[in-house]
């Protein structure tokens, strides 16, 4: 019995004595310094991480003076005046940027494609500049290509100008509408992330307080009416001031909208509705709708591709009851000389952005 005490504990020293060597030469073979055999110690590189640019992760960067690169965050102040260039790692990159530069086919502004990244560059910049600049890349399966949404990446760019603090605008006098089921916005943008704005109604003079609920300030958006009214109605403008001195906005003028969105609601009549051969008939397609979204018209008749025709369309805004504001859209189409292939059903066709309203009349004769 005393034998077998003796052989276990002699293994189990052995056991220990091999995991320390183990360990030992483990130790070794992952330190930081090793020794060479000429005696010289040195330090051991570990692989560099690669830039897999994931979700996260940005590629918009600005290229600075001297080669250096900065990695764009949710906000960048940039000085007017000075060339700017981004770059967006990939080989296939698609990019967005203040939709002026498009509608007025800005030549400041170019965009190149390397093999392994993009790059755009807007010469002289100034404070109508200012607003998101982002980039994406672009995937393909064949010829079918989409927008990676795991990898957009956007910085909003504050050009800030002493003289301007509010981005300029090519509207002088811009109409806000206001709905009951959804929030307004007065945009008045700001160039400067730190000036201290606040909107003013024109007629009676007063200040709205923005108390960050029903009414806030975002610089890069304007003021956010959350539920507007009717009493918001009138010509308002924004005040902004930074190190004392203060500017005006453009004004705006605030509506409040009594149509609902959806399709078309359309109406159809004729003038006069029954007629005899040789009379002149006028016949009215009109929708009421909301103020900004425009309406088209189709017409199909009798005497179609037959008959000549004069069709005239125009809109307006009214205001009905208690100051909502509506569009008013009509096409007038008027049919001289009326003759027996003239007399039948007149269907208008209306369509906006929401869809699509058919309605007929019929012209009899006396």
């Excluded at 199909?300 to 805004?317: A, C, E, F, M, N």
């Excluded at 509506?326 to 001289?336: A, D, F, G, H, K």
Aim: aromatic share 8%.
């Amino acid at each position: 019995m005393k034998l077998w005490v003796v052989l276990c504990v002699a293994l189990l020293w052995v056991e220990l004595q091999s995991g320390v060597c183990q360990q030992v030469k483990r130790r070794k073979d992952v330190g930081e310094n090793r020794i060479r055999p000429g005696g010289k110690r040195v330090k051991t590189r570990h692989p560099k991480l690669k830039d897999g640019g994931g979700k996260g992760q940005s590629l918009l960067t600005q290229v600075l003076d001297k080669g250096r690169f900065l990695r764009l965050g949710p906000t960048m102040t940039l000085t007017p005046g000075r060339n700017m260039e981004l770059r967006c790692k990939g080989n296939n990159i698609g990019w967005s940027y203040p939709t002026y530069l498009d509608t007025f086919n800005d030549s400041r502004l170019s965009i190149k494609q390397s093999d392994k990244y993009s790059q755009l560059i807007l010469t002289s910049p100034s404070a109508a500049d200012t607003g998101p600049y982002s980039c994406w890349v672009i995937v393909c399966d064949g010829t079918e290509c989409e927008k990676d949404h795991d990898r957009i990446y956007v910085s909003y760019i504050y050009f800030t100008d002493k003289d301007n603090l509010f981005v300029p605008s090519a509207i002088h006098f811009e109409i806000v509408y206001l709905r009951p089921d959804r929030p307004a916005v007065v945009p008045c943008r700001v160039t400067d992330p730190q000036a201290r704005a606040s909107l003013h109604r024109e007629v009676p003079p007063e200040e709205i307080t923005a108390n960050g609920t029903l009414v806030s300030f975002d610089p890069t958006k304007g003021f956010v009416l959350q539920n507007p009214s009717p009493e918001l109605q009138g010509v308002f403008y924004c005040k902004a001031v930074t190190k004392g001195n203060p500017q005006i906005s453009t004004k705006y003028q605030l509506l409040y909208v009594e149509v609902p969105s959806g399709p078309p609601y359309v109406s159809l009549e004729s003038s006069p509705d029954s007629v005899r051969g040789g009379d002149n008939v006028n016949v009215t397609c009109t929708v009421l709708g909301e103020p900004e979204v425009d309406v088209g018209f189709t017409w199909s008749y009798p005497g179609q591709d037959h008959r000549p025709v004069d069709i005239q369309t125009s809109w307006r805004l009214v205001n009905r009851g208690m100051g909502y504001t509506t569009r008013v859209s009509q096409s007038v189409m008027t049919v001289e000389d009326m003759e027996t292939i003239d007399f039948g059903n007149y269907v208008c066709k209306a369509k906006n952005q929401h869809g699509e309203t058919s309605v007929t009349t019929a012209i009899t004769a006396k």
